[in-house]
């Protein structure tokens, strides 16, 4: 049992990993606390069901229970995801940031920003939960004693290269360097020529499209429901403030921390104290290590 709530949790933490990365981003560039960032979840795993709902049934044939359908629903969903995101900051927290508002008016305005995608959310899809697929999976034995099914297995892969394929966009692609620049110095940045309102676009699109991920793997793995990304969204933090803000493998390593005490928590507690975990986790870090458990040395 042990085995397999370890395995459960690294699958959970990776789904938290995406989410964690694509808000530590934006806290460490825009500076401030991005609590619409759960409804972008909810907003990317919704996008790939319509898609898939939409896509002809020979398309979804294939190894895993969605078939081949998910793959253009994964690039469909980032892109308005990211597209949300920037509509988000253009209509709402650059004209805030041209009035020289405080850090705790955007973190105000991003509540209402999160309950307006919310409420949308109800208007166009219902309370209703949905699934991807409702065909059925026999699981697979991964290792003695472990097993997964099909689905996971792919989200576990997938996670991985997402997460190696963004370390090298944001380490070599002028972009990435741009973007990291940025969370050092905006004022250096800028007085060295950097675009600054094109390195904030480009981390919107960045944090929409982690987050449109991180729904639908959520969603792939159990349920999509109107209040998803609301639920993982004290994970999400918890796992971004673990790992050290503005961290990418800070942001996995936190969210692995953040999935596996989850998991594991459920052989020793009831399960309705699992939701506990993370804030108990944010609590113990805030009190021993502020600055989460890298240091600003090792961030991206």
Not at 48 to 57: C, D, E, R, T
Not at 66 to 75: D, K, T
Not at 119 to 145: C, K, N, R
Not at 275 to 298: D, E, N, W, Y
């Amino acid at each position: 049992m042990i085995g397999q709530a370890i395995a459960d949790g690294i699958l959970t933490g990776g789904i938290l990993a995406l989410g964690a990365i694509g808000y530590s981003l934006c806290s460490q560039i825009l500076k401030f606390a991005n609590f619409a960032h759960g409804e972008l979840l909810t907003w990317g795993a919704y996008i790939g069901l319509a898609v898939i709902s939409f896509m002809p049934a020979g398309e979804q044939i294939g190894p895993f229970s969605f078939g081949w359908s998910l793959l253009p629903a994964i690039v469909i969903a980032c892109v308005g995801t990211g597209l949300i995101a920037i509509a988000m900051d253009e209509l709402v927290f650059s004209r805030l940031r041209g009035l020289r508002a405080n850090r705790l008016t955007l973190v105000f305005a991003s509540f209402g920003i999160a309950l307006m995608l919310r409420h949308a959310i109800l208007l166009f899809w219902g309370s209703d939960a949905y699934y991807y697929s409702t065909a059925l999976q026999m699981s697979i034995e991964v290792l003695p004693d472990i097993r997964m099914m099909p689905d996971q297995v792919f989200v576990l892969v997938l996670t991985a290269l997402l997460v190696l394929g963004l370390h090298l966009f944001l380490t070599h692609s002028r972009v990435g360097i741009a973007m990291r620049s940025m969370a050092d110095n905006t004022a250096l940045s800028q007085v060295c020529g950097i675009d600054i309102r094109n390195v904030v676009r480009w981390t919107w699109m960045l944090g929409g499209a982690l987050a449109a991920l991180a729904g639908i793997f959520a969603g792939l793995t159990v349920q999509i429901r109107p209040e998803l990304g609301f639920n993982m969204l004290l994970a999400l933090f918890a796992a971004a403030i673990l790992g050290g803000s503005g961290n990418l493998f800070g942001a996995v390593a936190g969210g692995l921390i953040v999935g596996l005490s989850e998991s594991l928590s459920t052989l020793v507690l009831p399960t309705g104290y699992k939701a506990a975990i993370p804030f108990v986790l944010l609590l113990i870090v805030l009190s021993m290590r502020p600055q989460g458990l890298f240091t600003k040395s090792s961030r991206i």
